[in-house]
């Protein structure tokens, strides 16, 4: 079968989960506090591209000239010209001649990406390998040397260059496929209300909400209270406070800017704000909420709740962080990209077509 024909088919799914992510954002828009979604596509593995059967001359291997190793902060950045880089991915071992790693936690070279404090992530990426599997170190200090060569405390633990064989004339992927889905968090615009009860976050945070047995995080400052005087979500949700669910029955109060409720000049309790340091694990619920991320076990992962830095604005509540204008032109850009595939699927499906009827004839 055409292998462009399979190339052609990732890059409509993809684009169609953009697609859906766009939409998503733009029915949200005036949503208060809504975070936009953003699809972070990757291509398939890089594979090696070999002849088969075939005894015409093979041009000859470059002399290897070495691996150039540049290195900024925690983050290795390595090239070559002959050889490859291999790394372990869920679809499959790449190959590739450049290639940026740090180690992780555990001492394992992993690739990363940064998070939206700019801080380096190494969760669920994807582990370099060498002659003897996965490379782990004991010391996040290593060298390498223009060799290829993993050295830490003086030894040497690996090698990341693997030379193919002869009949390798290259490498070919196989189209792109869905990463993961992230949440953008930076902050959307305030908007004045006036009413004592809508409050906004200037600064990363979240307001904790009691769902049952657990709790959740939310951005949509959008309060009111019940019949018991509680301080609820537009959905009837308890906000907490440093001493649980915000009872404020009928008295007259105001809000701090570190969440202190007044009422009488006397703090009865502090609204309990915090971020959260692993965002990445936070994943929506619906209804403006976010949860901590289950594992493989079903155990839900224990968010790391740093203090909150910023300002409790009362009378503000946040908008969303979508701007309607961008996300339209992306829609109007992925709508074309996938025209795009279409067309080379039908060109493709009428070669095949061509192929059939026509050249067999013949």
Not at 180 to 208: C, M, S, W, Y
Not at 223 to 241: A, D, H, Q, R
Not at 255 to 280: L, Y
């Amino acid at each position: 079968m055409d292998r462009g024909l399979y190339i052609s088919a990732t890059s409509l799914i993809s684009n169609r989960r953009r697609m859906d992510a766009i939409s998503n954002n733009l029915a949200n828009g005036n949503t208060t506090g809504y975070k936009k979604d953003v699809v972070i596509s990757e291509s398939f593995p890089n594979v090696l591209l070999s002849k088969i059967n075939d005894k015409s001359h093979t041009a000859p291997i470059k002399d290897f000239q070495g691996v150039e190793v540049n290195q900024e902060g925690d983050v290795y950045k390595v090239s070559l010209e002959t050889g490859y880089f291999r790394v372990e991915t869920p679809a499959g071992i790449d190959h590739s001649k450049e290639l940026n790693f740090v180690v992780d936690e555990s001492g394992y070279l992993k690739t990363y990406y940064r998070n939206e404090n700019g801080n380096i992530k190494t969760d669920g990426e994807n582990v370099v390998l060498g002659k003897n599997g996965p490379i782990r170190v004991e010391d996040g200090d290593i060298e390498i040397d223009r060799e290829g060569n993993i050295m830490s405390n003086g030894q040497t633990i690996d090698n990341i260059v693997t030379f193919a064989n002869p009949n390798v004339i290259g490498t070919m992927g196989n189209g792109v496929r869905l990463d993961r889905l992230r949440t953008n968090f930076t902050q959307g615009n305030f908007i004045e209300t006036n009413n004592t009860l809508d409050l906004a976050l200037k600064g990363q945070g979240f307001f904790k909400v009691q769902v049952e047995d657990e709790t959740m995080y939310t951005r949509d400052g959008n309060f009111k209270l019940n019949n018991n005087g509680e301080l609820v979500t537009s959905n009837g949700l308890n906000i907490l406070g440093q001493d649980g669910p915000i009872v404020l029955g009928n008295n007259q109060f105001s809000i701090e800017e570190n969440g202190d409720i007044i009422v009488d000049n006397a703090v009865i309790d502090t609204i309990d704000v915090v971020d959260v340091e692993n965002k990445e694990y936070l994943r929506k619920q619906g209804d403006n909420l976010y949860k901590m991320l289950e594992d493989g076990n079903g155990q839900t992962i224990n968010g790391e709740e740093v203090p909150f830095n910023g300002e409790v604005l009362s009378g503000y509540i946040e908008g969303s962080n979508v701007n309607n204008i961008k996300e339209m032109v992306k829609m109007i850009s992925v709508l074309r990209n996938y025209e795009a595939g279409q067309k080379v699927i039908k060109a493709k499906d009428d070669m095949l077509g061509k192929a059939v009827s026509e050249i067999a004839r013949v």
